[in-house]
């Protein structure tokens, strides 16, 4: 799944530099984000809601306040168990940063 500024109602894009992004996940109760591989590290938030996030059909939910990442290239999958908002953080391995 790539995400891209106004792909969908549930992606918003916030904020991109380079390969990174920060993107605001919203998905009624029900929906879901089919299983997918990030090419980047990802870092996920849950503002609001209680989110299912299955990880190697393992599933671990999630509510208000609770973090987790997951390294690239690992297949995953999310699940709105309410209507949920998220913060989604997308970084590259950091060689493409500026470093100043």
């Known amino acids: 799944m790539r995400i891209q ?10 904020f991109t530099c380079g390969a990174h992004r920060i993107v605001q996940l919203t998905l009624r109760a029900g929906e879901q984000l089919p299983e997918h ?3 980047h590290h990802l870092f996920l938030c849950v503002w609001s809601g209680e989110l299912e996030w299955i990880v190697d059909e393992e ?3 999630f509510k208000q306040g609770d973090c987790t990442s997951l390294p690239p290239g690992l297949s995953h ?7 949920s908002t998220a913060l989604l953080v997308l970084f590259a391995d950091g060689s493409d940063v500026d470093k100043r």
Not at 5 to 14: A, C, I, P, S, Y
């Open 5 to 14: 500024e106004g792909e969908t109602e549930r992606l918003r894009v916030l």
């Open 37 to 39: 591989r990030a090419p």
């Open 59 to 61: 599933r671990v939910r």
């Open 77 to 83: 999958a999310v699940r709105a168990l309410e209507d």
